[in-house]
Protein backbone atom coordinates (compact mmCIF):
# COMPACT_ATOMS: atom_id res chain seq x y z
CA UNK A 1 0.00 0.00 0.00
CA UNK A 2 1.51 3.35 -1.00
CA UNK A 3 1.90 5.85 1.84
CA UNK A 4 0.89 9.14 -0.29
CA UNK A 5 -2.10 9.81 2.19
CA UNK A 6 0.50 9.03 5.48
CA UNK A 7 2.77 11.85 3.38
CA UNK A 8 -0.06 14.45 2.49
CA UNK A 9 -1.41 14.13 5.87
CA UNK A 10 1.90 14.40 8.16
CA UNK A 11 1.40 10.63 9.12
CA UNK A 12 -2.05 11.08 10.47
CA UNK A 13 -5.20 8.86 8.97
CA UNK A 14 -8.28 11.06 8.50
CA UNK A 15 -11.82 9.43 9.49
CA UNK A 16 -14.65 10.94 9.28
CA UNK A 17 -17.09 10.97 11.97
CA UNK A 18 -20.39 11.94 12.99
CA UNK A 19 -22.50 11.30 16.06
CA UNK A 20 -26.36 11.49 17.63
CA UNK A 21 -26.49 12.07 21.35
CA UNK A 22 -28.89 12.78 24.11
CA UNK A 23 -27.56 16.25 24.63
CA UNK A 24 -24.69 18.44 24.76
CA UNK A 25 -22.42 17.74 27.70
CA UNK A 26 -20.20 14.50 26.86
CA UNK A 27 -19.63 13.20 30.51
CA UNK A 28 -23.59 13.15 31.25
CA UNK A 29 -25.64 12.57 27.55
CA UNK A 30 -25.53 9.43 25.85
CA UNK A 31 -23.97 8.46 22.29
CA UNK A 32 -26.96 7.05 20.40
CA UNK A 33 -25.81 6.63 16.91
CA UNK A 34 -22.20 6.55 15.49
CA UNK A 35 -20.75 6.25 11.85
CA UNK A 36 -17.70 6.66 10.36
CA UNK A 37 -16.03 6.56 7.07
CA UNK A 38 -12.04 5.16 6.08
CA UNK A 39 -10.29 7.35 3.23
CA UNK A 40 -7.92 5.97 0.96
CA UNK A 41 -5.76 8.15 -1.88
CA UNK A 42 -5.15 6.85 -5.48
CA UNK A 43 -2.49 7.28 -7.22
CA UNK A 44 -2.48 11.04 -8.32
CA UNK A 45 -3.16 12.23 -4.35
CA UNK A 46 -6.87 12.39 -4.86
CA UNK A 47 -9.20 11.06 -1.84
CA UNK A 48 -11.93 8.75 -2.23
CA UNK A 49 -13.87 6.31 0.44
CA UNK A 50 -12.57 2.71 1.48
CA UNK A 51 -14.87 1.80 4.20
CA UNK A 52 -17.41 2.45 6.04
CA UNK A 53 -19.68 1.46 9.48
CA UNK A 54 -22.32 2.07 11.54
CA UNK A 55 -24.09 1.52 14.84
CA UNK A 56 -27.12 2.37 16.71
CA UNK A 57 -25.76 2.70 20.28
CA UNK A 58 -27.91 1.74 23.41
CA UNK A 59 -27.89 4.47 26.22
CA UNK A 60 -24.91 4.09 29.36
CA UNK A 61 -26.61 3.59 32.50
CA UNK A 62 -27.13 6.70 34.13
CA UNK A 63 -27.31 8.83 30.79
CA UNK A 64 -29.01 12.10 30.89
CA UNK A 65 -31.89 11.84 27.89
CA UNK A 66 -32.83 15.12 27.20
CA UNK A 67 -36.40 14.93 25.86
CA UNK A 68 -35.50 18.13 23.48
CA UNK A 69 -32.57 16.15 22.08
CA UNK A 70 -34.36 13.15 21.70
CA UNK A 71 -37.07 15.38 19.53
CA UNK A 72 -34.54 17.13 17.20
CA UNK A 73 -32.83 13.49 16.30
CA UNK A 74 -35.72 11.79 16.46
CA UNK A 75 -34.27 8.93 18.00
CA UNK A 76 -36.04 6.90 20.36
CA UNK A 77 -33.63 5.02 22.02
CA UNK A 78 -35.66 2.30 23.83
CA UNK A 79 -37.13 1.31 20.15
CA UNK A 80 -35.98 -2.50 19.88
CA UNK A 81 -36.25 -1.86 16.25
CA UNK A 82 -33.36 -0.06 16.68
CA UNK A 83 -31.14 -2.98 17.14
CA UNK A 84 -28.52 -0.68 19.32
CA UNK A 85 -25.51 -2.46 20.70
CA UNK A 86 -23.16 -1.55 23.97
CA UNK A 87 -21.20 1.48 23.57
CA UNK A 88 -18.04 0.04 24.09
CA UNK A 89 -18.85 -2.85 21.63
CA UNK A 90 -19.45 -0.11 18.88
CA UNK A 91 -16.28 1.48 20.06
CA UNK A 92 -14.38 -1.67 19.61
CA UNK A 93 -15.51 -2.18 16.12
CA UNK A 94 -14.89 0.91 15.04
CA UNK A 95 -11.53 1.45 16.58
CA UNK A 96 -10.63 -1.86 15.05
CA UNK A 97 -11.52 -0.83 11.54
CA UNK A 98 -9.76 2.44 12.32
CA UNK A 99 -6.55 0.57 13.38
CA UNK A 100 -6.88 -1.26 10.34
CA UNK A 101 -7.08 1.20 7.96
CA UNK A 102 -4.36 3.15 9.49
CA UNK A 103 -1.94 0.67 9.38
CA UNK A 104 -2.95 0.03 5.73
CA UNK A 105 -1.82 3.55 4.65
CA UNK A 106 1.26 3.21 6.87
CA UNK A 107 0.40 5.83 8.66
CA UNK A 108 1.49 6.75 13.04
CA UNK A 109 -2.10 7.88 14.06
CA UNK A 110 -5.47 8.77 13.04
CA UNK A 111 -7.53 12.10 13.37
CA UNK A 112 -10.86 12.73 13.53
CA UNK A 113 -12.68 14.70 11.16
CA UNK A 114 -16.09 16.17 11.59
CA UNK A 115 -18.55 18.92 11.22
CA UNK A 116 -17.56 21.27 14.65
CA UNK A 117 -15.58 18.75 15.15
CA UNK A 118 -14.87 19.37 18.57
CA UNK A 119 -18.35 18.22 19.96
CA UNK A 120 -17.61 14.79 18.54
CA UNK A 121 -14.26 14.76 19.60
CA UNK A 122 -15.51 15.44 23.22
CA UNK A 123 -18.24 12.51 23.36
CA UNK A 124 -15.82 10.05 21.72
CA UNK A 125 -12.91 10.96 24.82
CA UNK A 126 -15.59 10.43 27.01
CA UNK A 127 -17.38 7.22 26.19
CA UNK A 128 -13.50 5.94 25.16
CA UNK A 129 -12.65 6.46 29.26
CA UNK A 130 -16.00 5.25 30.95
CA UNK A 131 -15.26 2.12 29.18
CA UNK A 132 -12.05 2.28 30.01
CA UNK A 133 -10.79 1.81 26.68
CA UNK A 134 -6.73 2.12 26.21
CA UNK A 135 -6.07 1.77 22.59
CA UNK A 136 -7.81 4.77 21.02
CA UNK A 137 -6.29 5.12 17.72
CA UNK A 138 -7.25 9.04 17.89
CA UNK A 139 -5.53 12.39 18.50
CA UNK A 140 -7.25 13.43 22.13
CA UNK A 141 -7.63 17.05 21.02
CA UNK A 142 -6.34 17.52 16.94
CA UNK A 143 -8.83 17.38 14.60
CA UNK A 144 -9.83 18.32 11.04
CA UNK A 145 -13.07 20.70 11.39
CA UNK A 146 -15.01 20.67 8.30
CA UNK A 147 -16.89 23.98 9.59
CA UNK A 148 -13.79 25.74 9.80
CA UNK A 149 -11.97 24.32 6.25
CA UNK A 150 -15.46 25.23 4.79
CA UNK A 151 -15.83 28.93 6.32
CA UNK A 152 -12.26 29.03 4.75
CA UNK A 153 -12.47 27.57 1.67
CA UNK A 154 -16.49 27.80 0.95
CA UNK A 155 -17.25 31.47 3.13
CA UNK A 156 -20.20 28.83 4.74
CA UNK A 157 -19.77 27.30 7.99
CA UNK A 158 -23.22 25.75 8.05
CA UNK A 159 -22.77 21.97 6.86
CA UNK A 160 -25.81 22.44 4.12
CA UNK A 161 -24.89 25.42 3.16
CA UNK A 162 -21.34 24.40 2.16
CA UNK A 163 -22.44 21.36 0.47
CA UNK A 164 -24.64 23.46 -1.25
CA UNK A 165 -21.64 25.91 -2.48
CA UNK A 166 -19.73 22.36 -3.31
CA UNK A 167 -22.91 21.20 -5.56
CA UNK A 168 -23.19 18.14 -2.82
CA UNK A 169 -26.46 17.09 -2.72
CA UNK A 170 -28.21 18.03 1.19
CA UNK A 171 -31.45 16.99 2.48
CA UNK A 172 -32.78 18.27 5.50
CA UNK A 173 -35.03 15.54 5.93
CA UNK A 174 -32.29 12.86 6.12
CA UNK A 175 -30.31 15.13 8.27
CA UNK A 176 -29.55 14.32 11.69
CA UNK A 177 -28.78 10.73 11.01
CA UNK A 178 -25.32 10.04 11.95
CA UNK A 179 -24.69 8.06 8.64
CA UNK A 180 -26.30 10.64 6.30
CA UNK A 181 -24.57 13.14 8.58
CA UNK A 182 -21.30 11.36 7.78
CA UNK A 183 -21.46 10.63 4.16
CA UNK A 184 -22.22 14.35 3.55
CA UNK A 185 -19.35 15.49 5.61
CA UNK A 186 -16.96 12.69 4.31
CA UNK A 187 -17.89 14.25 0.88
CA UNK A 188 -17.69 17.30 1.56
CA UNK A 189 -14.47 17.14 3.20
CA UNK A 190 -12.85 14.98 -0.18
CA UNK A 191 -14.00 17.90 -1.85
CA UNK A 192 -12.08 20.65 -0.12
CA UNK A 193 -9.05 18.40 0.12
CA UNK A 194 -9.20 17.13 -3.77
CA UNK A 195 -9.92 21.14 -5.00
CA UNK A 196 -6.86 22.06 -2.83
CA UNK A 197 -4.73 19.66 -4.81
CA UNK A 198 -6.23 20.63 -8.07
CA UNK A 199 -5.55 24.04 -7.32
CA UNK A 200 -1.85 22.89 -7.01
CA UNK A 201 -2.07 23.49 -3.09
CA UNK A 202 0.18 19.89 -2.82
CA UNK A 203 1.88 18.07 -4.66
Not at 103 to 114: D, F, G, H, T, Y
Not at 126 to 142: D, G, I, N, Q, T
Request: hydrophobic share 45%; net charge neutral.
Amino acid sequence: MTDILAKRFRGYFPVVIDIETSGLNAATDAILEIAAIMPAMDEQGYLVEADRIHFHVKPFEGANLDPKALAFTGIDPFNPLRGAIDEKDALCQIFKMVSKHQKLNKCNRSIIVAHNAGFDQGFINEAAKRCKLKRVPFHPFSNFDTSALSGLILGQTVLAKACQQANIDYNNKDAHSALYDTDVTARLFFYLVNKWKAFGGWT
